[in-house]
Structure formats: C-alpha cells, structure tokens
C-alpha cells in the first residue's frame, strides 16, 4: 500500500536517481551492471552470448581463474566447508587466515598483517580505528572512496590535499597542532586516473612533521616494483610505509583487504577494529584462492613484466592516436572523452566491435573529464591491444574526440 504521506527529501532523492538512470537506459547508453557470462582465459570474455574482449578487469596479473588458484579454493571447501564459525575474534580464526596473514606480512616485508572481509571495510575501519576527535587526517584529493568513508566516520579533522602536490600536502600539515596525531593517506596508484603518489615526497614531509603514513595499494599491488610487491619496492624506498593497505579483489582473485605494519599496530587493530570485531572472518575458499595468489605472483614473476610491457605500449599507442591518457604511468588507463554524453558514445561504439570497456562520468570524476577507464592486464597479447587501439581510434574519430 502506499504511503499518502511520503513525498520527502528521501522519496525525491531515489526518484531523481532512478529517472536519470531510466533515462540513459532509453537511449540505450547504460553500460553499467552487464552480467559476464564465461571468462575464456584472462583477456576475454562472454557478454551477451558475444565474446569481447576484456578492458575493464582489476585482474592485473590475469590469475582469476588460474588452476592452482582454484585448486587450492576447491581443497579449503572440501575441508572447512564454505563459511566459517563467526568472527575472527570468537570461532572465526582458521589456520588459514594466519597463514594467508603470515604471507601477506613476507610480501609486504612487514613484522605482521591482518585481512578483512573487503577493501572498502578495510579502509573504513583502519582509518576510524587509528584517528579520532583531535587528530588531524590529511587525504589526496583523489583517494578512494572508501579512504574519504574512513576519514569522515573517524570523526578526525578532515584535511583534504591537492592532488599529488607536496607544497599543498606541506602547508596543511604545518597548520596542524605539533602535538595532534597526524594520519596521512593516499593511493598508491590512483584508481580513476592511474599516477602514482610522489613516494619519496609524502615519506619526507612524514617523517619532518611526525606523521603517520597509510598507503592503499589495490592498484599497486603485483602492478609496481619488479616483484610486484609494490610502491615501496617500485622507488626503492622498503620500509617507509607505516600502514600498508591493499585488497585481495583485483591482482589477487579473491575478495577481502589487508593491513600489514609493525606488530604493535597488526595487534591494535586486531582488538580495536570494529569490521574485524564484528564482521565474519574471510571465508575459506576466499583465503585459500588468495594465499595460493601470492604464491603463484613469486612462482610467475614473468607476469609483472608482462604487464608493464603491455601498459607500456597501450599508452603509448593511445597517444600515438591522439588520445589524452592523461598521468597514467601503470595499468589504468584513462581515454579521455571530456563529456558524459561523448563517454557513453565511445562506449557503445567500442561494444559494438567486441571491445568490453566502462566509461566514468561525473560525479565519479569532475564534470568535463568524462573517459573511458580502461585496463589492460598481462594476460593481454599484443594483438588484442593493437585492435582495441584500433577500435578506439575508429570511435575517437566518429565521436570527435581525437
Ligand atoms: C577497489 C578499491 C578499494 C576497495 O577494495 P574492495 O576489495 O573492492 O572492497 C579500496 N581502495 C582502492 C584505491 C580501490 O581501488
């Protein structure tokens, strides 16, 4: 039965929503929520009975459907069975948690870590944990949404820093009490455009202000740094990164994020984070397909440099088209389209020629800067590249943007 009586701000909120999204379905420039119905190998998939080509995974390294990767998802339920007994802090600790944690630390080359249920928990619930009223948080302008989730629930004061500009990040942090605590946070790569922070940068203005460092690597881990471990071991700087964040969702096949730190944090956290006190451990099919992940990242090292090769000559391809990819220097790689309306046009031109890529539109970034986001992976051969640079350019063309 209706409710006569609400015609409020939450009635008006989901109706605008859903008439712009009614609206882009009509025009038939809705790409969003497509189911994929087969994976055939890492570069490929089967959308709409149509096999596309796939650039728009976080599957950096192409492990997701890996054999040993799903053997070893297939061993855990066929020995724990497919859930666990609760939470981490009660029955929900496996042996398999502390072993998929023991990993994370050696990779990491961190004294410990601790895994929850996602990435975005993750975020949300480290950085409530560690500021609180009277701290000071500083955050990139363009951190993840779930680092801006963390920072507004901690109920810290919120500074937010221009983009990837040290003098900004530096002005702000001397404007902070000396004896407040001091949280900075960024991406490692940064998820829409694909820069990397200035490393060596937010390290130095750490340590002069005595600051605490927390660095998301979703889009950093197996991506940067010859091993792929990362942002540490990409500018040579091991060791200078307080709190290590990253997800078990993109370069590893699985689902959950970590943390990995000295002892005493992995500790804290362990009796202070509410997602880890409150939330259901990881469940086992989950943790084993992740721990066998970073085996097969050290036993395949040749895939970390197969995707800097293939990142590599898609940008320079792109540009040598004439597209703006803009600071991209990994894996994400923005198309530059300028209007929503040009975005969704792209899109569809390149699904119709079986080139699977997503746009983003405002507000995910700002107004004019509407692209394409899209990834290439090292399971990518040359020629899949050259054609989808191909089917771009085609697009580009017709559409007006090159
Ligand atoms: C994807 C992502 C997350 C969230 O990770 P999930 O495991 O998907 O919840 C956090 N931070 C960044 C930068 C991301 O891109």
């Not at 009635?11 to 025009?27: L, S």
């Not at 459907?65 to 029955?91: D, E, M, W």
């Not at 990409?234 to 994020?257: A, C, N, Q, R, Y």
């Not at 259901?280 to 050290?298: S, Y």
């Amino acid at each position: 039965m209706e409710n006569e009586r609400r015609d409020d701000s939450i009635e008006r909120r989901i109706r605008a929503m859903c008439t712009r999204v009614q609206q882009i379905q009509q025009e038939g420039l809705y790409f969003y929520n497509i189911p994929i119905e087969e994976l055939h190998g890492g570069a490929r998939v089967l959308v709409n009975g149509r096999e596309m080509g796939m650039f728009a995974s976080y599957g950096y390294l192409g492990l997701l459907g890996h054999p040993r990767i799903n053997a070893a998802a297939q061993r855990a339920v066929a020995k724990y069975g497919s859930g666990t007994h609760g939470v981490r802090t009660l029955a929900g600790t496996l042996t398999l948690h502390r072993e998929l944690e023991d990993m994370i630390a050696e990779f990491k080359g961190a004294e410990a870590a601790v895994t929850f249920s996602s990435g975005y928990v993750t975020n949300l619930t480290t950085v409530s944990a560690l500021v609180g009223r009277h701290d000071y948080v500083f955050s990139d302008k363009l951190n993840h949404a779930s680092i801006v989730d963390g920072c507004l629930l901690s109920g810290a004061k919120f500074v937010r820093f221009r983009h990837n500009d040290m003098n900004d990040l530096e002005e702000k942090l001397r404007e902070a009490p000396t004896t407040a605590g001091k949280l900075v946070v960024a991406d490692a790569v940064f998820s829409m455009d694909g820069d990397i922070i200035d490393l060596p940068g937010v390290v130095d203005l750490c340590r002069r202000y005595g600051a605490w460092l927390m660095i998301d690597e979703a889009h950093s881990l197996g991506v940067l740094g010859k091993n792929g471990k990362g942002i540490e071991e990409h500018f040579g700087l091991e060791g200078t990164v307080d709190i290590k964040m990253g997800t078990l969702s993109k370069t590893i096949p699985s689902v959950g994020g970590y943390i990995a730190g000295s002892a005493d944090l992995i500790r804290y956290l362990r009796h202070q984070s509410r997602a880890y006190i409150f939330s259901a451990a990881l469940p086992p099919a989950q943790a084993a397909a992740a721990l066998e992940a970073f085996r097969v990242i050290q036993d395949e090292v040749w895939r970390v440099e197969a995707l800097r090769s293939n990142a590599e000559m898609f940008i320079k391809g792109l540009k040598r088209r004439g597209f703006d990819t803009m600071k991209t220097e990994t894996a994400i790689v923005p198309v530059l389209c300028g209007t929503d309306e040009k975005a969704f046009a792209m899109t569809r031109e390149a699904h119709q020629e079986d080139v699977f890529v997503l746009p983003v539109v405002s507000p995910a970034v700002p107004e004019g800067l509407a692209r394409l986001r899209a990834t290439v992976t090292a399971a990518h051969a040359p020629e899949d590249i050259e054609h989808a640079m191909d089917v771009f350019e085609r697009a580009g063309k017709k559409i007006g943007v090159i």
